[in-house]
């Protein structure tokens, strides 16, 4: 990747943190003060509370941070140890869940959105839109909100999300619109084998490489309905045998290698809101047929939520807490550098107004670009505008379940434990944990 078009993706992350919870119930007058409870310290999240309040300023907004952020003091001024995990975030709100307390509005960024949904402890955000007349439904990707519904209702607001986009370079076959990550992986090892060639895959390292084969068989996996999981199966060892495989015939390598010429057939993916999608307009050599959206295992295109709000079931002032999640993803609060917008508007305005102005700046760096940077600009936001337009399918997860995936497929990558062992281990762990 080439470093100076991802500088923008660094400076944009810097507004994001995650933000968590405290759940100590507190004294609310009724419809004049909303406490959120967050996991840890969130700038987007109190910009806005500071500009809502702004606007209303008979509200006061409490937010209320269970991780303590060492660079920054805590919201409710309350010393919590550094060593505090999700897991304490989760028992957090599980107890005041069961006791009827808690905040109005719950940061969702890792809890089981699943299990509480199903449980009636959120908020129906589907009634509360239907009996909206201000909201202007058709601002949101549509698709992407009926992913989120649980029985057909929605019982959380996503602020702002990412799907992966993949390509292979012209050395492979054009026709790649209908491959999976595992095909090219299939595809890279036969030309490894057969054609004594080699098929370099790009990834930053072999982590970033099982999660997105994770993503894509997540529903052969786990099946939190009926409570199983399938880590026994093939398709699972298939992830692990392959990631070992690239890395014993050496072929997961930095992006900034590519360009050897050994290096003859390469894959590589990245979020869809990669600016390496402009790398042809700044003189790059770049030879990659279209990066396509990647889809899973049921050829649906997936996607992750980076932030996302509900409201309490119990809370007293469900219509202020919808009022300011509203307030959250209109097209002014979205328009906040670091977001990766939810709001149409808010793409087709800011977003690209901060894509022009990055490529006003290349320009005026002497970086030369082929075409006019209006045509590029437009161009580049209505890609973005398709591949969100096509989004469909949304994996239910439980944070639990993937901390023990991930902690035990660590161990594996770093030779610490065999694949049997790790396999054993995931399947004990997990199903002890749905039986719970």
Request: negative net charge; hydrophobic residues 35%; charged residues 30%.
């Amino acid at each position: 990747m080439k470093k100076t078009l991802l500088l923008i993706i660094t400076l944009l992350l810097i507004c994001l943190s995650f933000v968590g919870c405290n759940t100590n119930d507190s004294d609310k007058k009724v419809g004049k003060e909303l406490e959120i409870s967050t996991y840890a310290k969130n700038t987007y999240l109190e910009e806005v509370a500071k500009e809502y309040q702004k606007q209303n300023p008979d509200i006061k907004i409490n937010i209320i941070t269970f991780a303590n952020d060492l660079t920054m003091e805590v919201s409710n001024e309350k010393e919590y140890s550094e060593d505090n995990s999700p897991r304490d975030y989760i028992k957090n709100i599980n107890t005041a869940f069961i006791a009827k307390k808690g905040s109005d509005i719950i940061n969702m960024d890792v809890l089981p959105y699943y299990k509480y949904a199903s449980s009636s402890y959120l908020a129906d955000l589907s009634e509360l839109i239907e009996n909206d007349s201000e909201f202007k439904k058709d601002e949101y990707y549509s698709k992407i909100l009926d992913s989120l519904k649980v029985n057909s209702k929605l019982y959380m607001m996503p602020i702002d999300y990412m799907a992966y986009i993949g390509g292979v370079n012209k050395n492979f076959s054009s026709d790649i619109n209908n491959y999976k990550v595992s095909n090219f992986l299939d595809l890279g090892y036969k030309n490894l084998k057969d054609k004594d060639e080699k098929g370099v895959y790009v990834y930053d390292d072999p982590y970033d490489l099982f999660n997105i084969l994770y993503e894509e068989n997540y529903t052969k996996l786990v099946d939190l309905d009926a409570k199983k999981s399938n880590f026994n199966s093939n398709e699972f060892k298939n992830i692990l045998d392959n990631i070992n495989m690239l890395k014993k015939e050496n072929l997961l390598i930095d992006s900034n290698d590519i360009g050897e010429e050994n290096y003859l057939k390469y894959f590589k993916y990245d979020s869809i809101w990669t600016q390496d999608l402009l790398t042809p307009h700044f003189g790059f050599n770049d030879d990659f047929v279209d990066m396509n959206l990647i889809k899973d295992c049921d050829d649906k295109v997936y996607f992750d939520v980076i932030h996302s709000y509900a409201i309490n079931e119990n809370s007293n002032n469900k219509e202020l807490a919808w009022d300011f999640i509203k307030f959250m993803i209109n097209e002014e609060s979205q328009s906040s550098p670091g977001i990766f917008p939810i709001n149409k508007k808010a793409l087709n305005n800011s977003y690209k107004e901060q894509i022009r102005q990055m490529l006003n700046d290349a320009n005026e760096n002497g970086m030369a670009l082929d075409d006019d940077v209006d045509k590029i600009c437009d161009e580049y936001i209505a890609k973005l505008s398709d591949f969100s337009e096509q989004i469909n399918t949304y994996h239910f997860k439980d944070y639990n379940i993937d901390n023990i995936v991930k902690e035990e497929v660590k161990a594996f990558i770093d030779e610490k434990k065999d694949k049997d062992d790790v396999i054993n281990a995931i399947s004990m762990k997990v199903d002890t944990y749905l039986q719970e």
